[in-house]
């Protein structure tokens, strides 16, 4: 998400951008802050700033934008960036335009904050006023005659950008005089309208239909997994009831060669017997014979 705040002096920019800091993760990109912290770096681009702020003049536009290209660059702005004071000028938001394209970015929105200048001069008078009432020091920069020299300022150079983002359909106008948290659901639902961010609604039914969908997943695949486990039992069982089978056939296989062994062993003693039966009655059928024959001689005689 990359966004650019628009609005005069005292319109909230500053209090609207910490609030989206913290709601989506971005950073905010102050040019004061950039171009402080790149002379404390010493980079190529803040020595060149350094150089022209101690003359006293302007940090030219190509050093600015160098300072934000380098500063885009860095770890913590991949999930986005507000800027917040610039552009200032239309030549800066073609500068800025150039380096987006460069980088294969894209601006999604730009936020006008719109406010009364009356009402502003208002405020500040009063809070000035309490303030001085209270005995508090009064900032040099915070008093109605420098707010009224911003708002001319800020009418001269800025207001043209107004235009310029219309032109290109990334303005969006917000009322600055609104209560400030009317004003953060009012960019919010802008954001969310652009395409620049999700509802909270769209990002929880993002999330339930995650949940769900990994529900059935996780349903479909139970009574596979259930399945599984069973057909992994069964196999076992089968293997189990296998074993006592193998065993049975075994033994059978043994009795049967057992039972073989031992009618082999009876044929042959009955066989050993029979041969000895016969032999015996042989001999002493031939013993009766030659008996016979010895008398039949004795006889003769």
Do not use: C
Request: hydrophobic share 40%; proline share 4%; net charge positive.
């Amino acid at each position: 998400m990359r966004i650019i705040l628009l609005g005069p002096p005292g319109s909230g920019k500053g209090t609207q951008a910490q609030l989206m800091v913290q709601r989506y993760g971005i950073v905010q990109l102050s040019t004061g802050e950039m171009l402080r912290a790149a002379v404390a770096a010493g980079t190529p681009v803040g020595l060149k700033a350094k150089e022209v702020m101690a003359s006293g003049g302007l940090v030219p536009d190509d050093v600015v934008v160098g300072i934000i290209s380098d500063r885009i660059d860095q770890p913590d702005a991949r999930n986005g960036f507000i800027l917040d004071g610039f552009p200032r000028t239309v030549p800066q938001a073609e500068a800025l335009d150039a380096l987006l394209k460069q980088k294969h970015l894209k601006l999604d929105a730009v936020i006008e904050l719109r406010v009364n200048e009356s009402a502003l001069l208002s405020r500040v008078e009063t809070r000035v006023a309490q303030m001085r009432e209270r005995g508090e020091e009064v900032r040099a920069d915070d008093t109605p005659e420098v707010l009224t020299k911003r708002l001319a300022s800020y009418r001269n150079q800025t207001e043209p950008l107004i235009h310029y983002y219309s032109e290109r359909r990334k303005l969006s106008t917000i009322d600055g005089m609104m209560a400030i948290d009317e004003v953060t659901g009012a960019i919010h639902r802008q954001l969310v309208a652009l395409g620049a961010t999700e509802s909270k609604a769209r990002a929880k039914s993002t999330s339930n239909s995650t949940s769900k969908s990994a529900s059935k997943s996780a349903a479909r695949a139970a009574p596979a997994k259930k399945g599984a486990a069973k057909a992994k039992m069964a196999k076992k069982s089968a293997k189990t009831a296998k074993k006592p089978a193998k065993s049975a056939k075994k033994a059978a296989k043994k009795a049967v060669k057992g039972t073989k062994k031992a009618a082999k062993k009876t044929v042959k003693k009955a066989a050993k017997k029979a041969a000895r039966k016969s032999a015996k009655k042989s001999v002493k059928k031939g013993a009766k014979k030659a008996a016979k024959k010895v008398t039949k001689k004795r006889a003769k005689r």
